[in-house]
């Protein structure tokens, strides 16, 4: 018997937060793993008139890729990619693991070599969300693998996800626009200031966001949701800032990250674990130095790290700055191959002051 909840959360992605419309085109990019939720995303599509799209992958051909391929093969996109980011309406990305340290002790070289390869088609796909010509939405379906880096049983797992997403409440939809005017008072109050200061454990930093708009992110691309985010004047980050939980990236967890600002570029970086590997995602090119976002995290559902960014970046009470690429939407100008989302917790004795006023401490609003 299907489960109820992941029905919910197939109505809720293509109604609420795609809104898919007769005659268009929807592709439902995941693993097979993900196939429960594929299967009702695919049926809710249909009933919305739109033309559904399988793109299925299998999680064990990305190690066979990194471990077989020659460089001209890691370069390798098929031509038919390129036109497909150019022809969907609708992308609803599902995100699933069967073993979330699968690729640990692949060689970051190719894994940066494979990430400036698939760069062009990434900066597309974000070029189209920006102008609003593509809609998309990224969901995380529950498995055994992401439990365990959750330390969660499945059930307990299953039931962290779909109360973050809240499809247990009568009415997910109303209760996701209610978010949606929450943040926005919060980003009407930001928007008539322009400079942020981050206080905490070994972390002192400063940037600007002049002339840079805030986003409201109310489970319209992430699922579930919970931030507001900007990004800053990339020469305007300025101090260090440690990262109290694992940098999750591509398969690795980066611990204890240190980060050292000088006019807006990392210029001392060190980690606890996987050092080389962040040292290597940080050379991929000129942007991967620079900060593209910066974000606070708003939804109270969220309280434990599980090792999953989707969730992790939402928690209530913590900050969050990506390394790379920015989005346009908000004024970024930071082009790299990669986005880099790394949380910082702020709930013990840490705060945010904006303009010299408090915004936030102790994971706190105070506005």
Known sequence: MPDPRVEAVANVLVEYSVEVKPGQFVRINANVEGMPLVVAAYRAVLEAGGNPWLDIGIEETEELLYAFAS???LD???PFFKHAVEDFDVDITIWTDANTKRLNSIDPAKQARRAKANHPLSKRFLERM???DLRWVGTAYPTNANAQTAEMSLREYEEFVYGACRVCEPDPVAIWKDVSRKQQVLIDWLSERKEIHVQGDETDLRLSYAGRTWENCDGRENF???????GPVEESVEGQIRFS????FRGRQVED????FEKGKVVKATAGKNEAFLLEMLDIDDGARFVGEFAFGTNP???RFTGDTLFDEKIGGTIHLALGKGFLETGSTNDSA???DMVCDLRDGGRVLVDGEVFCENGDFKI
Do not use: N
């Open 71 to 73: 460089d001209e093969q």
């Open 76 to 78: 390798y996109i098929p």
């Open 130 to 132: 920006a102008s609003k």
């Open 224 to 230: 579930p949701d919970g931030e507001i985010f900007t």
């Open 245 to 248: 939980y694992p940098a999750c």
């Open 257 to 260: 990250v240190r980060l050292w």
């Open 301 to 303: 559902g969220i309280q």
């Open 338 to 340: 990669i986005h880099w």
